[in-house]
């Protein structure tokens, strides 16, 4: 008997390829290939209508505000906020949240005292 039939005996020579076992697919990591499942447009447009049409309009990030009145995110927190410029957060630690209407209403408000913050 020779070596490699022993080998083959006691189940250490394995008939498998290595090479195909590596070819398998890793499963459960979404869609291969997004474009051709792009999402509903129904679902998102009713999300956003409504969004639209609450008398808050739509929230935006303090990067958001800064880029809307022309400033730097800094120049919002220092200068702004404490003018009065109104926001939420939504905990101790969370992001500032500020509401489109409620800006746009707050940078008239100060347009009409013409006085700047």
Same mark, same amino acid.
Request: proline residues 9%.
């Given at each position: ?9 006691? &189940? *250490? $020579?394995?008939?498998?390829? /290595? *090479?195909?076992?590596?070819? +398998?697919?890793?499963? &459960? *990591? ?7 499942? /792009? /999402? ?14 609450? /008398?808050? !309009?739509?929230?935006?990030? @303090? ?5 809307? @009145? &022309?400033?730097?995110?800094?120049? @919002?927190?220092?200068?702004? +906020? ?5 926001? =939420?957060?939504?905990?101790?630690? !969370? #992001? *500032? $949240? =500020? =509401?489109?209407?409620? $800006? ?7 347009? #009409? ?5």
């Amino acid at each position: 008997m020779t070596t490699s039939s022993k080998r083959y005996m006691s &189940g *250490l $020579v394995s008939d498998a390829n /290595p *090479l195909a076992i590596q070819v +398998i697919p890793p499963t &459960g *990591l979404g869609q291969s290939y997004p474009r051709h499942y /792009p /999402p509903s447009q129904g679902a998102n447009r009713q999300t956003i209508e409504a969004t639209e049409c609450s /008398p808050l !309009g739509l929230p935006l990030s @303090i990067r958001e505000v800064a880029r809307m @009145i &022309g400033c730097s995110a800094w120049t @919002i927190r220092q200068r702004h +906020i404490p003018a009065g410029l109104p926001h =939420f957060r939504a905990s101790s630690n !969370g #992001k *500032l $949240v =500020f =509401f489109r209407e409620q $800006v746009v209403a707050w940078i008239l408000q100060q347009q #009409k005292k013409g006085g700047s913050s």
